[in-house]
Structure formats: structure tokens, C-alpha cells
């Protein structure tokens, strides 16, 4: 059902549902528009993440059992702020990119949270788009958050690199 959203909107990148209990399933493209299905791992907690092909048989896995949905920024700024959000920019995790989501959680009758819903697009899609726009023989366009920080560019440039030591985004 995820995938089928997920072309029905094809501007988002990665459409996922996350709940307390915990469970996760959750569907991305990569860098080689291929989909990336991740699902709760049931047995030993944390996610695999299966690359599909077209017909949708998995190419390969991976498995990540540090994953918690949970102690990620777009889940936990969601439930602290009780209702839809825009996140600000973050990077993803699985594949690496800087993505902006709207964010929904929701909750059982008794208002007990029961998760969240994460809506994502990939600010390369914002990249291509600024890309197009021709501004005399050389201009280029950025897009900067009120701090600084580099979120979208006409150069196709990464708003993020890989620390070497950490292999975190910065």
C-alpha cells in the first residue's frame, strides 16, 4: 500500500508509518530510483532494508538493528508537538540525503499516542528544479536557512558531507 502512495505522489521521496509499539514500515527511492522497502525486524528489533526491483522482488538486504524510529528527530519532534508538522531539513539515514516532511502523529481514542506518519521530500528534487532556472550565462541559486546553513543549490553541490571519522552527515 506504501508503494502504491508513494507513485501516486511522485514528488515525495519516502512515505512512512512508525508506531510506539514499536513498529516501522517504510518505503524510499535511492540515488538509483530503485524502491528501498524498510520493516520493523520482529525477531531482533531495528530494520532491514530490502532493495526491490521493478517487479518488486528484493535485490538485496540490509539490516540495521541499532534503528529506532523513536529516538529520530522527525519522530520525536512530531510527538512533542502534538499535531502536523514541517520539519526543518535533516539527513536520512538509509539512503543519505537531506529531506524536508511533513509529519502527522496519531493516537488511539483515549488520546494515547500510537505513532506518526512521515511524509518526505528530497531536497535533490529542489536541486533539479533550480538547476533549470537560467540566470544570465553563470548565475546560480542557493537556498539558505536563516542560519546559514546550505539546503538547496543550483550546482547539483550536496548541502552535507560524510564525516570520515563518525560516517555521520554534517
Same mark, same amino acid.
Given at each position: 500500500?506504501?508503494?502504491?502512495?508513494?507513485?501516486?505522489?511522485?514528488?515525495?521521496?519516502?512515505?512512512?508509518? !512508525?508506531?510506539?509499539?514499536?513498529?516501522?514500515?517504510?518505503?524510499?527511492?535511492?540515488?538509483?530510483?530503485?524502491?528501498? @522497502? %524498510? +520493516?520493523? =525486524?520482529?525477531?531482533?528489533?531495528?530494520?532491514?532494508?530490502?532493495?526491490?526491483?521493478?517487479?518488486?522482488?528484493?535485490?538485496?538486504?540490509?539490516?540495521?538493528?541499532?534503528?529506532?524510529?523513536?529516538?529520530?528527530?522527525?519522530?520525536?519532534?512530531?510527538?512533542?508537538?502534538?499535531?502536523?508538522?514541517?520539519?526543518?531539513?535533516?539527513?536520512?539515514?538509509?539512503?543519505?540525503?537531506?529531506?524536508?516532511? !511533513?509529519?502527522?502523529?496519531?493516537?488511539?481514542?483515549?488520546?494515547?499516542?500510537?505513532?506518526?506518519?512521515?511524509?518526505? @521530500? %528530497? +531536497?535533490? =528534487?529542489?536541486?533539479?528544479?533550480?538547476?533549470?532556472?537560467?540566470?544570465?550565462?553563470?548565475?546560480?541559486?542557493?537556498?539558505?536557512?536563516?542560519?546559514?546553513?546550505?539546503?538547496?543549490?543550483?550546482?547539483?553541490?550536496?548541502?552535507?558531507?560524510?564525516?570520515?571519522?563518525?560516517?555521520?552527515?554534517?
Amino acid at each position: 500500500q506504501l508503494a502504491t502512495q508513494l507513485r501516486q505522489f511522485n514528488q515525495l521521496s519516502g512515505i512512512t508509518l !512508525a508506531t510506539e509499539t514499536p513498529n516501522y514500515a517504510g518505503i524510499v527511492y535511492n540515488e538509483q530510483g530503485q524502491r528501498v @522497502l %524498510s +520493516l520493523w =525486524n520482529l525477531a531482533e528489533a531495528g530494520v532491514t532494508d530490502s532493495v526491490l526491483d521493478a517487479t518488486g522482488k528484493i535485490l538485496s538486504q540490509e539490516v540495521d538493528l541499532n534503528y529506532d524510529h523513536r529516538r529520530r528527530p522527525w519522530y520525536q519532534a512530531a510527538v512533542k508537538a502534538g499535531r502536523s508538522i514541517w520539519q526543518s531539513p535533516y539527513v536520512t539515514i538509509n539512503p543519505r540525503r537531506l529531506v524536508i516532511s !511533513a509529519d502527522q502523529p496519531f493516537y488511539d481514542n483515549q488520546g494515547r499516542l500510537l505513532g506518526v506518519a512521515d511524509a518526505e @521530500l %528530497s +531536497l535533490s =528534487n529542489i536541486n533539479d528544479f533550480l538547476s533549470e532556472i537560467h540566470l544570465g550565462k553563470s548565475g546560480q541559486t542557493f537556498i539558505l536557512e536563516r542560519n546559514g546553513e546550505l539546503v538547496a543549490t543550483s550546482t547539483q553541490q550536496q548541502p552535507f558531507q560524510i564525516n570520515p571519522k563518525t560516517q555521520e552527515p554534517e
